[in-house]
């Protein structure tokens, strides 16, 4: 397993997160053609950032992942899971996971919620998430999930 570490995002980190959003929104080729037609979903919003919302995963301190939760009442919506391409099946996006769970526990949340599309279903499955239905979005069907943290181990 390759060796990270996981803390909140910097103003200074937007450069490389923006890079990794994009990088890793790019790395689907099923995703690709609609994401192009449409430059403005590849733009990241740094408010998160200034919220102290978002939490990176670095490796000799280059950012290779990110998170963003947002409270919403008693859940979390994770608004963001993406991780550079030469990083991906490494743990990275499990790990942040777990980061966000422990956050979440305490910030007195009772649960993580996600709307995930078809590419990310095996793995939001497979940390724990629950299939609750689906929803339209603007590239397509996208999958409602949630994780219970009140009973989740990490």
């Given at each position: 397993?390759?060796?990270?570490?996981?803390?909140?995002?910097?103003?200074?980190?937007?450069?490389?997160?923006a890079?990794?959003?994009?990088?890793?929104?790019?790395?689907?080729?099923?995703?690709?053609?609609?994401?192009?037609a449409?430059?403005?979903?590849?733009?990241?919003?740094?408010e998160?950032?200034?919220q102290?919302r978002?939490?990176?995963?670095?490796s000799?301190?280059?950012?290779?992942?990110?998170?963003?939760t947002?409270?919403?009442?008693?859940?979390?919506?994770?608004?963001?899971?993406f991780?550079?391409?030469d990083?991906?099946?490494?743990?990275?996006?499990?790990?942040?996971?777990?980061?966000?769970?422990?956050?979440?526990?305490?910030?007195?949340?009772?649960?993580?919620?996600?709307?995930?599309?078809?590419?990310?279903?095996?793995?939001?499955?497979?940390?724990g998430?629950?299939?609750?239905?689906?929803?339209?979005?603007?590239?397509?069907?996208?999958?409602?999930?949630?994780l219970?943290?009140?009973?989740?181990?990490?």
């Amino acid at each position: 397993m390759a060796e990270f570490e996981i803390r909140v995002a910097l103003l200074g980190d937007v450069s490389r997160i923006a890079d990794v959003f994009r990088q890793s929104s790019l790395s689907n080729e099923g995703d690709r053609p609609a994401l192009l037609a449409n430059p403005d979903a590849l733009v990241f919003d740094d408010e998160p950032i200034r919220q102290q919302r978002t939490l990176v995963a670095l490796s000799d301190e280059l950012i290779i992942g990110f998170a963003t939760t947002r409270p919403v009442g008693d859940i979390d919506e994770l608004d963001d899971l993406f991780v550079d391409p030469d990083w991906m099946r490494r743990g990275v996006a499990r790990s942040l996971i777990a980061h966000a769970i422990t956050d979440t526990r305490a910030r007195g949340a009772q649960r993580i919620e996600v709307t995930a599309n078809g590419h990310a279903l095996a793995f939001y499955t497979a940390t724990g998430f629950d299939m609750d239905g689906t929803t339209d979005t603007d590239f397509g069907p996208g999958y409602r999930m949630h994780l219970d943290v009140a009973v989740r181990l990490t």
